[in-house]
């Protein structure tokens, strides 16, 4: 009695894995086909980090460029600071040629 017991456990738990498993890849491929589904933006994009740099061992600064603006931010671990803003000055050979 204890053999036959014994399989019907390990068939109740191979039973419940396979649902498991199932309703993982069911998930997986709801949120795959939901992903096409945003809207995407056409044209030049409208948010770019231009460069970025580490000053410290959890702060960085970052030279965004969000629009026809730069912004330059302050990153710690748990805060964003915006630390300056400009108008974008265009490619980076324009602003070599007329310094």
């Known amino acids: 009695m204890g053999t036959a017991g014994n399989s019907i456990d390990w ?3 191979g039973a419940s ?3 498991v498993l199932g309703l993982l890849a069911a998930l ?3 949120l795959k086909r939901m992903k096409g589904l945003q809207i995407k933006h056409k044209g030049p994009p ?3 980090v231009l ?3 580490s000053v ?3 702060q960085k600064m970052a ?3 969000i629009g026809s603006h730069q912004v330059l931010v302050g990153m710690t671990a748990s805060q964003f600071t915006a630390l ?3 108008e974008d000055p265009g490619p980076v050979q324009e602003v070599l040629r007329e310094n």
């Open 63 to 65: 030279l965004v460029r």
């Open 84 to 86: 300056g803003q400009w």
């Open 17 to 19: 894995m396979l649902l």
């Open 51 to 53: 460069e970025t740099v």
């Open 56 to 58: 410290g061992p959890r």
């Open 46 to 48: 409208m948010l770019e």
């Open 28 to 30: 997986l491929w709801t």
């Open 11 to 13: 068939l109740r738990m």
